[in-house]
Nanobody, 115 residues
Framework: QVQLVESGGGLVQPGGSLRLSCAAS????????MAWHRQAPGKEREFVAS???????NYADSVKGRFTMSRDNAKKTAYLQMNNLEPEDTAVYYC?????????WGQGTQVTVAS
C-alpha cells in the first residue's frame, strides 16, 4: 500500500515559479530513488529529474538550470522547484519512487503556463 501524492500544481504566467511536492506514505522501507516525469497533451511521457540514493541528481536538458529537485529522506518527500517557467512546460507532472526494485507513481498534478 505505497502511496505517492503530488501537490503544488496550478496556473502560472510565463517567467513565474511553482514548487511541487511529493509525499510518500504506506508500507515503505528504504526508498532507493525518486523521480519526476511529465506528459503534455499529445506528447509522450518524458523524464524531468531524478534523485538517487547515491545523491546523484539528473535533469532533462530542457529544464536544466531552471528546475531544482530536492529530497527530504526523513519526511519521505521530494520537491521540484520550477523557475522561469515557459508555456512548453505545461503538462501533468508525475512523481515516482523506487522501493526495493519496484517503481511506484502518483496520479499527477497539472501545471499550466500561460499569459
Amino acid at each position: 500500500q505505497v502511496q505517492l501524492v503530488e501537490s503544488g500544481g496550478g496556473l502560472v504566467q510565463p517567467g513565474g515559479s511553482l514548487r511541487l511536492s511529493c509525499a510518500a506514505s504506506g508500507s515503505i522501507s528504504d526508498i532507493n530513488g525518486m523521480a519526476w516525469h511529465r506528459q503534455a497533451p499529445g506528447k509522450e511521457r518524458e523524464f524531468v529529474a531524478s534523485f538517487t540514493d547515491t545523491q546523484m541528481i539528473n535533469y532533462a536538458d530542457s529544464v536544466k538550470g531552471r528546475f531544482t529537485m530536492s529530497r527530504d529522506n526523513a519526511k519521505k518527500t521530494a520537491y521540484l522547484q520550477m523557475n522561469n517557467l515557459e508555456p512548453e512546460d505545461t503538462a501533468v507532472y508525475y512523481c515516482g519512487a523506487q522501493i526495493r526494485v519496484w517503481w511506484y507513481w502518483g496520479q499527477g498534478t497539472q501545471v499550466t503556463v500561460a499569459s
